[in-house]
Nanobody, 132 residues
Framework: VQLQASGGGLVQPGGSWRLSCAAS????????IGWFRQAPGKEREGVSCISSNDGSTYYGDSVKGRFTISRDNGKNTMYLQMISLKPEDTAVYYC??????????????????????????WGKGTQVTVSS
């Protein structure tokens, strides 16, 4: 079982970028999926999550209107399209899944330790740096 995130890189402020995360060893069909990020010195935060079935989504306040999450179950892959990027979007981005979870639950159910106990699988992070 593996989640492989890709697409990290250096982008200028105001630019656009897309991250991908491919699943292998299991099917995403019944999993809520999400993107999280962790900036230096900060705790990991849920950026955006999407349900397994009805298309409902969650977006963190800092990315609403700029980021779009999507999934292609046929390709067993999820995406995060980012526009109008800001330096504060600089972070390591992680993809994650949770079986039959709600998007809000997946993205926001964080324990006092900073862990996300609802997450079944984490992908390795990919660095996104927004800088001129």
């Amino acid at each position: 079982v593996q989640l492989q995130a890709s697409g990290g890189g250096l982008v200028q402020p105001g630019g656009s970028w897309r991250l991908s995360c491919a699943a292998s060893g299991f099917t995403l069909d019944y999993y809520a999926i999400g993107w999280f990020r962790q900036a230096p010195g900060k705790e990991r935060e849920g950026v955006s999550c999407i349900s397994s079935n009805d298309g409902s989504t969650y977006y963190g306040d800092s990315v609403k209107g700029r980021f779009t999450i999507s999934r292609d179950n046929g390709k067993n892959t999820m995406y995060l399209q980012m526009i109008s990027l800001k330096p504060e979007d600089t972070a390591v981005y992680y993809c994650a899944t949770a079986f039959m979870a709600s998007p809000v639950g997946l993205c926001t159910a964080v324990a006092a330790t900073g862990d996300y106990p609802g997450v079944d699988y984490w992908g390795k992070g990919t660095q996104v740096t927004v800088s001129s």
